[in-house]
Nanobody, 127 residues
Framework: QVQLVESGGGWVQPGASLRLSCAIS??????TGWFRQAPGKEREFVSS????????RYADSVKGRFSISRDRAKKTTYLQMNSLAPEDTAVYYC??????????????????????WGQGTQVTVSA
């Protein structure tokens, strides 16, 4: 059973940065994604990366501020979040699938297309 363990969340002030990590057990994934869910809202796509070539995609709301990456040797994916704003406050989830999705595919934005999920890590941005 693939396990995803997230870390790196916390409370920060607006304008600060955080880096989330997601360590993946077992097989190297084909695609990993980060999603977030704020209270009273649906889970939304944040970013994805295809592991074989680093092909990435971002939600418009985080483009230019967030950066996704992966370390194949450590089987870990990262989400570097800069210029954080209060609207970024949410529980952030890491997700993985063995399938490889091109960044242009609508599948990367669909939570149902990922097979394994982490437990989530809280990110709170407030003054």
């Amino acid at each position: 059973q693939v396990q995803l363990v997230e870390s790196g969340g916390g409370w920060v002030q607006p304008g600060a940065s955080l880096r989330l990590s997601c360590a993946i057990s077992e097989r190297t994934p084909g695609t990993t994604g980060w999603f977030r869910q704020a209270p009273g809202k649906e889970r939304e796509f944040v970013s994805s990366i295809r592991w074989m070539d680093g092909n990435t995609r971002y939600a418009d709301s985080v483009k230019g501020r967030f950066s996704i990456s992966r370390d194949r040797a450590k089987k870990t994916t990262y989400l570097q979040m800069n210029s954080l704003a209060p609207e970024d406050t949410a529980v952030y989830y890491c997700a993985a699938t063995l399938r490889t999705y091109n960044s242009a595919s609508p599948y990367v934005r669909d939570p149902l297309k990922y097979d394994n999920w982490g437990q989530g890590t809280q990110v709170t941005v407030s003054a």
